[in-house]
């Protein structure tokens, strides 16, 4: 969609007041809840509450629930972020020094939550990639499979711990990574911002319905995240919508096998997939697919596969 006369008119309102600006500067850097808002900001819930209100109905922020929490983010439509970066542009970075600090203060304090979740679920995951090839390999093979970059935009729909987005980001001159758990997000910040990286936005968000723009990304990563869902094929169908033409789809999980304990321990919904199947989803997705890559362990138990697909580039489409 594109801003008409009266749209633009409203969402330049909405942004003239010096708190949502404060509102607008804070959301460009990071998701944050009203109590966090109220936090920096400092002043109370409700009245912080009002101006996330005023924006959100201009258009230029969103909402979204996470358990009993709401979270705001900038919007994901391309004109309204557009209109957001040339106010932005305008201010001063010196008179949000002080909203700077206290939100570094938030971030600090997510990042500890953060660390102890982390240390709660760690042995879980060192047992499942202990069942297969070594983790060296299995991001060598990404690597390869994803190409040599650079890329205009990389999402990786389940992002987790952001391990992704560390491994290709560097290659990327923008990164998004979405993920349900605001856990997990605050984890793929530490890691983000470890590895230098300040062209990451990082999104709580559905993978059956990622509100992501059509065609917008140039690589689509699904790593490790298929065999958790009730329905891969829609997963893959959404993944493959964000392709961009001449752009590439790599998704990495396990090859069939018959672990079924993985079901009660570890929530697996699917025990691996075989590639006809994942081949199946591509082509009826509207992607290509190459010939897949498998990694099996050093000793029993799961192989990993790597599938690419890539949509057809616009003189691909119309040579057909």
Known sequence: MSFNADQTVEALRAVGEPTRLRVLSLLAGDELSVMELSRILEQSQPRVSRHLKLMVDAGLIERFPDGARVFYRLSSD????????TVLDLLDDAAGEAD?????????????????????????????????????????????????????????LGTGSGRMLTLLGKKARMSVGLDLSQNMLNIARTNVARAGLDKVELRHGDIFSTRLPQHSADLVLVHQVLHYLAD???????AARLVAPGGRLLIVDFAPHALEHLREEHQHRRLGFADDEMRRWLGEAGLKPSEPVALPPDTEGLTVSIWTAERPSVAEASAA
């Open 78 to 85: 391309l004109p309204a972020r557009r209109l957001i970066d």
């Open 100 to 156: 700077d600090r206290r939100l570094d203060d938030v971030r600090r304090d997510r990042e500890a939550a953060a660390s102890a979740y982390f240390e709660r679920v760690a042995p879980q995951w060192d047992r499942i990639r202990s069942l297969y090839v070594c983790e060296t390999a299995v991001e060598a093979a990404i690597l390869e499979a994803a190409g040599d970059g650079p890329f205009e935009r990389v999402v990786d």
């Open 232 to 238: 891969p094929a829609s997963a893959v169908a959404e």
